[in-house]
């Protein structure tokens, strides 16, 4: 056997099981970040197929004080409607449906903060499409997103710039797709799911991780407080649902959580003006979230209850808004008032769980 034939030494077996092991820590973060970046590339994909699908364009509405310009979420204050309806498959009343949940969000760019209003269901208020005051939730079921748009301009003083709806579907979907959320059930009860199944839904009191329809079951009930205790649990759960979605442990879920918002959500926001909203939480800041409700008190003028609100503190609600959003006290020139009117004979219709 010749010397060239010899095997190798020791000592270059040693170094190429060292090249070998920096190859190996080489190649791994190298395929770690193709993998990310692949995955990160699909969401994106799938989240412009899936918005943009969501997306409706808005019905023109009439000229107001309240919009006097087109906004830019890249660079203006804005507000968001958001809006829960009471739509299913089981109930077909997609076309009829009533508001369940309706939140205003306002966002101040500079602030890095959020406005966060709930506005009860209950309230009474005067609704432009119809002409005479009803529950804020009929609304919709009058003229749909841009009955209620122009409604809750007209209550608030303020523009609605965007809005979001999303039936009982998404809700459920979208908690089941991050695998549950943890809340505080502030009593027991039992509710009604999602395909109105009644007492399907018992919860217990105490901190504790729900499901989908659990999560819903507890947005939905009042039977032992009321519209605005209610309010403020929406406001809780979807703060849970934000903390849980933007966890670590949530990323490997976005996928499924697209599919339940795309399938059961429309919007007049683009995904470029979705985008946009990236920046509030962006270069280390932590997004300022405030919550509010409309005060008012119980009023039943006959057999259908309304919450009539207070003027003192909606006049107060109205300031806030408009300084968050920096634009000056506009003039409403529509001629219609916020204050109480005896409401039309539709509202005896009223069913008791919504």
Same mark, same amino acid.
């Given at each position: 056997m010749t010397k060239k034939d010899a095997a190798p030494s020791r000592a270059v077996r040693r170094k190429k099981r060292k090249l070998r092991k920096r190859a190996f820590f080489v190649l791994i973060p190298l395929l770690a970040i193709f993998v990310v970046a692949g995955y990160a590339g699909y969401l994106y994909f799938k989240?412009? /197929? !899936?918005?943009?699908? +969501?997306?409706?364009?808005?019905e023109e509405r009439e000229k107001s004080p309240l919009r006097d310009a087109e906004v830019n979420p890249s660079i203006d204050n804005v507000s968001v409607l958001i809006m829960g309806v009471d739509a299913n498959e089981h109930r077909d009343n997609s076309?009829?449906?009533? /508001?369940?949940?309706?939140? $205003?969000?306002t966002f101040? &760019?500079?602030?890095?903060?959020?406005?966060?209003?709930?506005?009860?269901?209950? +309230?009474?208020?005067?609704?432009?499409?119809?002409g005479y005051e009803s529950k804020i939730n009929h609304a919709h079921a009058y003229g749909g997103p841009t009955a209620t748009i122009e409604t809750v301009e007209n209550l608030l003083d303020i523009p609605v710039d965007y809005y979001v709806k999303v039936n009982f579907h998404a809700?459920?979907? !979208?908690?089941?797709?991050?695998?549950?959320i943890n809340v505080d059930v502030p009593y027991e009860f039992k509710e009604s799911n999602s395909m109105d199944k009644r007492d399907a839904i018992h919860l217990y009191e105490g901190n504790q991780k729900v499901n989908g329809e659990e999560a819903l079951a507890?947005?939905? *009930?009042?039977?032992?407080?009321?519209?605005?205790?209610?309010?403020?649990?929406?406001?809780?759960?979807?703060?849970?649902?934000? &903390?849980?979605? /933007?966890? !670590?442990?949530?990323?490997?879920?976005y996928d499924n959580v697209l599919e339940a918002v795309g399938d059961n959500m429309t919007t007049n926001m683009t995904f470029s003006d979705m985008k946009t909203f990236i920046s509030y939480g962006s270069k280390g800041t932590n997004l300022d979230i405030n919550t509010h409700t409309l005060q008012g008190y119980d009023h039943?003028?006959?057999s259908t209850y309304y919450w009539a609100l207070d003027q003192q503190a909606? /006049?107060? *609600? &109205?300031?806030? $808004?408009?300084?968050?959003?920096?634009?000056?006290?506009?003039?409403?020139e529509n001629g219609t008032s916020n204050e109480y009117a005896e409401p039309a004979a539709e509202d005896t219709t009223e069913s008791e769980n919504y």
């Open positions: 989240a412009d /197929t !899936v918005f943009s699908d +969501s997306y409706v364009e808005e076309s009829n449906a009533r /508001t369940d949940a309706l939140m $205003l969000a101040n &760019k500079d602030e890095k903060s959020v406005n966060l209003l709930s506005i009860p269901r209950d +309230s009474l208020v005067y609704i432009p499409e119809v809700f459920v979907d !979208v908690v089941d797709a991050l695998n549950g507890l947005a939905r *009930t009042r039977k032992l407080d009321n519209d605005i205790e209610r309010g403020k649990r929406q406001q809780e759960i979807m703060s849970a649902v934000i &903390k849980k979605a /933007t966890s !670590v442990n949530s990323l490997l879920n039943q003028p006959g909606l /006049t107060e *609600t &109205k300031a806030m $808004l408009q300084q968050h959003l920096e634009i000056s006290n506009p003039v409403v």
